[in-house]
């Protein structure tokens, strides 16, 4: 049966309305978990405040734990957006103690283990600290700033920022002011896994290879750890025995998306990877959460100029987010320093939805006028082009296996691409210019 044009549009515009309400289409949203306005208040939702929100680390019991950066704490929001402090007085210092009576010195990024032990880059104390389940606060490693080697307080960082864990109890840190990744073991013990303490460009073995100001890090299930490089511009692959390699990015400050080799990023703060290999990256300078296959394609997944929007993540804004997480039913969260905010991206339909959105990339992005898909286990029939108010401007049908798009006969400007395929419907956003 031949479908006319006013059937068409009106397809595509229940199918959009039924987009924006989450009804049995796939999309994600971004939506704000907690906090306004900088300062420091507990409370619920939108009345709590936090100042400068970075790193975040999410539990299995649904808390998300914040670094509270300028506040010098460490914050807790349960998954009603209660928040509460979990650590720190709010006076800068070194001190060990429990909950509220501990002290940090700008803690930057966060960590959590299979224990719900949570591990705090507590970047200008130059040590990385341990929070117990409980809330006992002690410090792992690290005592005045250097560079050295050892165990517990004997072992020196310069200003850490970063940090992640393995399975098997390998915290692993972003040394920036070393220009190093640093390995310490469960009991304490820190040797230097990658980097010569020289800032600079090289890939290759952990004693020849190069940083430029390696600001985050998270490990994959085979242990290899991905780490930004806030001033490289750049993604950083290193192996479980310390080989270096580029992942993504070419090292200019930019924002375009695409193959690893040709992507480029604009200072990307923070890292995470979640059970399928695909890593998401908090690139603070183009306000935005850029998504990166296992196979190396770059994409802007939410955000696009500095702002405050909730919705949908092809129109939602953030003000210079620096950290990232994700959970294990994919909800994703974010601090967002500049905004002074916690907000999270979660899929309408759960972890089915989101590992559809995960099998299918589109690059480059923004394009002049071609569309390149990489396809994992999918197959299109057809796609409805959508502008900024959910019209129809263009339709594509019979694929036939072809994964280019054509957008010549588009004016330059903000698109969703409504995406049918053998699997359910994906929503991907585009700038055409």
Same mark, same amino acid.
């Given at each position: 049966?031949?479908?006319?044009?006013?059937?068409?549009?009106?397809?595509?515009?229940?199918?959009?309305?039924?987009?924006?309400?989450?009804?049995?289409?796939?999309?994600?949203?971004?939506?704000?978990?907690?906090?306004?306005?900088?300062?420091?208040?507990?409370?619920?939702?939108?009345?709590?405040?936090?100042?400068? %929100?970075?790193? *975040? #680390?999410?539990? =299995?019991? &649904?808390? @998300?734990? /914040? +670094? !509270?950066?300028?506040?010098?704490? $460490?914050?807790?929001?349960?998954?009603?957006?209660?928040?509460?402090?979990?650590?720190?007085?709010?006076?800068?210092?070194?001190?060990?103690?429990?909950?509220?009576?501990?002290?940090?010195?700008?803690?930057?990024?966060?960590?959590?283990?299979?224990?719900?032990?949570?591990?705090?880059?507590?970047?200008?104390?130059?040590?990385?600290?341990?929070?117990?389940?409980?809330?006992?606060?002690?410090?792992?490693?690290?005592?005045?700033?250097?560079?050295?080697?050892?165990?517990?307080?004997?072992?020196?960082?310069?200003? %850490?920022?970063? *940090? #992640?864990?393995? =399975?098997? &109890?390998? @915290?692993? /840190? +972003? !040394?920036?002011?070393?220009?190093? $990744?640093?390995?310490?073991?469960?009991?304490?013990?820190?040797?230097?896994?990658?980097?010569?303490?020289?800032?600079?460009?090289?890939?290759?073995?952990?004693?020849?290879?190069?940083?430029?100001?390696?600001?985050?890090?998270?490990?994959?299930?085979?242990?290899?750890?991905?780490?930004?490089?806030?001033?490289?511009?750049?993604?950083?692959?290193?192996?479980?025995?310390?080989?270096?390699?580029?992942?993504?990015?070419?090292?200019?400050?930019?924002?375009?998306?695409?193959?690893?080799?040709?992507?480029?990023?604009?200072?990307?703060?923070?890292?995470?990877?979640?059970?399928?290999?695909?890593?998401?990256?908090?690139?603070?300078?183009?306000?935005?959460?850029?998504?990166?296959?296992?196979?190396?394609?770059?994409?802007?997944?939410?955000?696009?100029?500095?702002?405050?929007?909730?919705?949908?993540?092809?129109?939602?804004?953030?003000?210079?987010?620096?950290?990232?997480?994700?959970?294990?039913?994919?909800?994703?969260?974010?601090?967002?320093?500049?905004?002074?905010?916690?907000?999270?991206?979660?899929?309408?339909?759960?972890?089915?939805?989101?590992?559809?959105?995960?099998?299918?990339?589109?690059?480059?992005?923004?394009?002049?006028?071609?569309?390149?898909?990489?396809?994992?286990?999918?197959?299109?029939?057809?796609?409805?082009?959508?502008?900024?108010?959910?019209?129809?401007?263009?339709?594509?049908?019979?694929?036939?296996?072809?994964?280019?798009?054509?957008?010549?006969?588009?004016?330059?400007?903000?698109?969703?691409?409504?995406?049918?395929?053998?699997?359910?419907?994906?929503?991907?956003?585009?700038?055409?210019?």
């Amino acid at each position: 049966m031949k479908i006319t044009t006013l059937q068409r549009n009106l397809k595509s515009s229940l199918l959009f309305l039924s987009f924006l309400c989450g009804m049995n289409v796939n999309s994600q949203t971004v939506t704000t978990l907690a906090g306004s306005t900088s300062g420091y208040l507990d409370g619920l939702g939108l009345a709590a405040r936090f100042n400068g %929100p970075s790193g *975040v #680390a999410a539990d =299995n019991n &649904g808390n @998300v734990f /914040v +670094a !509270d950066r300028i506040n010098h704490r $460490i914050r807790k929001v349960n998954s009603e957006g209660v928040v509460s402090t979990f650590a720190g007085s709010g006076v800068q210092g070194s001190l060990d103690a429990t909950g509220t009576m501990a002290q940090f010195n700008y803690p930057t990024q966060l960590a959590i283990d299979l224990n719900g032990n949570l591990y705090v880059a507590d970047a200008v104390n130059h040590r990385i600290r341990k929070i117990s389940s409980a809330g006992v606060v002690t410090t792992l490693a690290g005592s005045t700033d250097g560079f050295a080697d050892g165990v517990g307080n004997v072992a020196q960082f310069y200003y %850490p920022e970063g *940090v #992640a864990i393995d =399975n098997a &109890g390998n @915290v692993y /840190v +972003a !040394d920036a002011g070393n220009h190093a $990744i640093r390995k310490i073991t469960a009991a304490g013990v820190v040797t230097t896994l990658a980097g010569t303490g020289d800032f600079g460009f090289a890939d290759g073995a952990g004693n020849v290879a190069k940083f430029y100001t390696p600001c985050a890090a998270a490990v994959d299930a085979a242990g290899n750890i991905y780490v930004t490089e806030k001033q490289g511009n750049r993604i950083r692959k290193v192996s479980p025995v310390g080989v270096v390699t580029t992942f993504a990015g070419n090292g200019n400050l930019g924002s375009a998306d695409g193959p690893a080799t040709q992507a480029e990023f604009n200072a990307p703060l923070a890292v995470t990877v979640d059970a399928t290999g695909t890593l998401y990256v908090a690139d603070a300078g183009n306000n935005r959460i850029r998504k990166i296959t296992a196979g190396g394609v770059v994409s802007s997944y939410a955000g696009s100029t500095s702002g405050y929007i909730d919705g949908l993540v092809a129109t939602a804004k953030f003000f210079y987010p620096a950290g990232v997480c994700v959970a294990n039913d994919g909800t994703i969260f974010i601090g967002e320093s500049g905004g002074h905010r916690i907000r999270r991206i979660s899929s309408t339909l759960g972890i089915d939805s989101y590992q559809l959105d995960n099998q299918l990339s589109v690059y480059p992005n923004p394009t002049s006028n071609t569309i390149h898909f990489e396809l994992n286990n999918l197959s299109i029939s057809e796609i409805t082009i959508l502008d900024l108010n959910g019209k129809s401007v263009d339709f594509k049908d019979h694929f036939n296996g072809e994964n280019t798009l054509n957008l010549g006969n588009l004016q330059d400007g903000f698109y969703t691409l409504q995406i049918t395929t053998d699997q359910g419907i994906v929503y991907k956003k585009i700038l055409k210019n």
